[in-house]
């Protein structure tokens, strides 16, 4: 693969996950106390960065080849991914229920 496709995977590789980590970091940290707000903030990221060195090391190989480290560089993205799932999941229950009607009334009277 050519040098230039190289970097063209890698910037729009890099460039959804950091849309994706944008994405949680809205979701889930910017509405709490500033305390977790910030530790939300430096919990993405490390988050990112991880990614970061993930891509450069695949790209330039910077570590040597160890399946530790890998496993290690990879749990970043993993990581990232399962908070985004979880982050989506949760926009489409609460958007769906505020779309479906419930009663409390009609539910206390059935009893």
Same mark, same amino acid.
Do not use: C, K
């Given at each position: ?27 889930? #940290? ?40 890998? $496993?290690? $560089?990879?749990? #970043? ?6 908070? #985004? ?6 926009? $489409? ?19």
């Amino acid at each position: 693969m050519s040098i230039n496709r190289q970097l063209l995977f890698v910037t729009i590789f890099l460039s959804v996950l950091a849309l994706t980590n944008l994405y949680v970091y809205r979701r889930f #940290f910017l509405w709490l106390s500033p305390r977790l707000h910030l530790a939300g903030a430096v919990l993405m990221s490390v988050i990112m960065l991880g990614e970061l060195v993930f891509v450069i090391d695949m790209v330039v190989g910077i570590f040597p080849e160890s399946l530790a480290v890998n $496993l290690l $560089l990879s749990t #970043f993205i993993g990581a990232s991914f399962m908070l #985004f799932v979880i982050a989506l999941v949760y926009d $489409l229950a609460v958007s769906v229920s505020r779309r479906v009607p419930f009663d409390q009334e009609g539910v206390a009277r059935s009893r």
